[in-house]
């Protein structure tokens, strides 16, 4: 019986066939295996490329915070350049090298703060190449609530202190037993003495680095800066300690007339000078209160000093004591009658007139005479000015700040009479805020504005202000002391601070203190002020134009920068000019 026959090729074929498209699966998939190797392969190099580029981000602040010659006042500098790098165990990476540059960026006049760039390029044999920048910024001292160099011996926190923001001292941080509080972060060079007294709500760090205070030449350098919006003055030559024949007051005008002076454009300062430093910082007369020409009364609403005394019977010990008595710092209009002069009688001092153009809207405000002698201390009315004043000697100073300014002095900054905020501080806005530079002391005078005065032997203390207590609002920087006048001398019981019995009331001062020695400004038998001091966050945020920083870098955002086409030259010129 015949069977049909198979075609004997096609099982070989269908091998074949078989086995083909197990190759191509192998293949494929040895492929794909391959590509996925090389994908890892790939993103650990970026990734190490990236990390190596950060590190060296860190490497860059650490330099410039261990060598402040490093970094330029222009341009940028080359930290390192072609640097070899190491893995985790200190082995150098083959092929990698790391450059880092660092220079100044965004507005770089410093009228803002310092502000700069690192930037870390990392680069293999292949081409692959990470850039990363951070941004850094100096630290102001106006960050500080507390800060000193040295603190004295006699001189500790105590009697249940309160002290808001951060602390640093490079000596010695010493606590009473009758105990502190510190609310900030507190910092020491060295150790804290009773530390078992204080309470430390961020807990505190000793033997921290030490930081250098500014050098009488950051305080020449504020001239120029000053100069541009002709706000550069001599000051008092002559006076003791704490008197001044130059004073300065801020002044506050309501432009627009909508209730307040908080308009960019509502700024202003007065300067006055005279020969006797008595008369402008109102002090008692050699002669006594009797003799004095800034003390008195009101008659009708006007006012008459002491000198002017006796009037119908009533002379210039009823002037001192009756209950509408004042005292005004020399030059002020209510010693004129209410009316601002340009001369004081009896040529005692006059203001100085403003040199730029005076403003239609000032001339309707305040009127033709007195606005020729307000200076603006405003962009809007004054192009140039830069926030900085400038005194080549001593000055007084009083008033209400409406803008934002450096108050800087060779000599003595001597607090004359209230100096406030337009915008309380307490609002948080930082409209306002004021920098005192002094290459002295920052002074509360001892006069008879901010303390109470006896008008004559064996009578009792009496105020003469408006109020029994000072206000400060603004930071401090003395390159010596910031104190209080005096402060062991004086009544220990005439004004009450709060409720606590006192000689001259409750100094309250809304900003930072700065200095290289502690001053003191009371006593514990109750002369001088008592404390109350309260810390404005925008010193740290939004610090005082031109104010002096610490040198200390911190880092700010970092970035991720485009390999593509990079330049590092053209990188920083397109930095600094934003």
Known sequence: MNRPTEPRGFALMTIMLVMLVAAALATSAVMMGSNHILANRYLERSSMLEDLAEEGLEMGRTALNADKTLYPDS?????????TVYDGQGNAIPGVTRAIYAGPTGVTSGQYGVF????????DQTGAKAIRRSQVYQESFARYAYFTDFEP??????????????????DYLKIYSSGATFHGETRTAKTVSGASYGTFKKGYEEHVSEIAMPETAELAKLQTQASAGSMSFVGGQSGAYGESTFRIEFVAVDMNLDGDTNDENEGFIRVYSGGDYRWVTAEIPSAGMDDSPNCGDYHSGVFRSALDHPNS???????????SRRCYLGGDPELTGGVFTPVSPGGRGEWQRWNGPVSPTLVARVGATEAQYLHPINRPLNPAFKGVIYVDG????SGTLRGRVTLAATEQIIIADDVVYSVDPGTGTCEDILGMFSGEDVIVADNTINAPQRPASGWGYRTYDDTRDEFI???????????????SSGSG????????????????LTGGIIQRTRGAVGTSGGTGNLKRYSYDTCGATDPPPYFPTTGHFSRAQIYNVDPVGFNVADYFAQLAAN
């Open 75 to 83: 341009g940028y500098t080359t930290l390192v350049s072609g640097q």
């Open 116 to 123: 700069g760039s690192i930037v870390a390029v990392v680069e």
């Open 153 to 170: 011996s006699n001189i500790s926190f105590g009697g249940g202190d309160q002290i808001f923001g951060p602390v640093h001292t490079n």
């Open 313 to 323: 019977g009533h002379d210039w010990g009823d002037a001192l004591t009756s209950s």
């Open 394 to 397: 001593k000055v007084a100073i």
């Open 473 to 487: 609002h603004g930071v401090v920087l003395a390159l010596n002391i910031f104190t209080v006048e005096n402060y």
């Open 493 to 508: 019981s005439a004004e009450d601070c709060e409720s606590t019995n006192w000689g001259r009331g409750c100094l309250y």
